[in-house]
């Protein structure tokens, strides 16, 4: 079974604040994904990357960072969070055009 | 860039009937189409997909089709159950960009009563 852990599973920080959210993959996958759901948009991708060192752009990627250090990490970096990014965030893998994987998610709450 | 559109945010149909979410995509280059299950708190897992090298795919109860003309799929579920209710989300993937970027609908929640 594909797995992709995430960590921390919730998290409150203030306007302001700097947060990290963690993702590891363990399906020796090459494509990482972050997304973030919010009621009435779906799923909107953040960022994405296609290996070590590789990062593309998604369609929301304003105040957001990311960095894949290996081939199972892949990263999300908000340096200052704001209130607009309380969401529940989703890390997700898969190989080439195929199925995704999703981690269990992440509720970022920003006060 | 890419979009897709789930037009249905709600839908809710009888047990043992049948149900139908609706999808557009506007990019003509896309070319995989997956569609994703949400249970209530629960993350995404995926349910079937189809390429646009098909018009048709059917997995059990769950059938997907395809109209590449108009730009639309859909999911269809037979026979409902309780446990099919969920969010579903529609994707799109462009096949012929160098990177494989999977673009989400806004999501249908369906509902199946007793």
């Known amino acids: 079974e594909a797995a992709v852990t995430q960590s921390p599973r919730n998290k409150v920080t203030v306007t302001g604040g700097n947060v990290t959210l963690s993702c590891r993959q363990t399906?020796?996958?090459?494509?990482m994904y972050w997304y973030r759901q919010d009621t009435g948009h779906g799923l909107r991708l953040i960022h994405y990357s296609y290996g070590a060192g590789n990062l593309q752009i998604g369609d929301v990627p304003d105040g957001y960072k990311a960095t894949r250090t290996t081939q199972e990490d892949f990263f999300l970096l908000l340096e200052l969070a704001s209130p607009s990014q309380t969401s529940l965030y989703f890390c997700?893998?898969?190989?080439?055009?195929?199925?995704?994987?999703f981690g269990k998610g992440t509720r970022l709450t920003v006060v | 860039g890419e979009k897709v559109e789930q037009h249905q945010s709600t839908l809710s149909v009888r047990e043992g009937d049948s149900a139908v979410i609706n999808c557009t995509y506007t990019d003509t280059a896309s070319s995989y189409f997956p569609w994703y299950k949400q249970e209530a708190g629960k993350s995404l897992h995926f349910v079937i997909d189809?390429?646009?090298?098909?018009d048709r795919k059917q997995s059990q109860r769950l059938t997907v089709l395809l109209d590449k003309k108009a730009k639309r799929f859909s999911l269809h579920i037979t026979a409902t159950q309780p446990e099919d209710s969920a969010i579903y989300f529609c994707a799109a993937s462009i096949a012929s960009s160098s990177f494989s970027k999977l673009v989400f609908g806004q999501g249908t929640s369906l509902s199946v009563v007793p």
């Open positions: 997700a893998s898969s190989p080439h055009r195929a199925e995704v994987f």
């Open positions: 399906n020796s996958h090459n494509y």
């Open positions: 189809i390429r646009s090298n098909v």
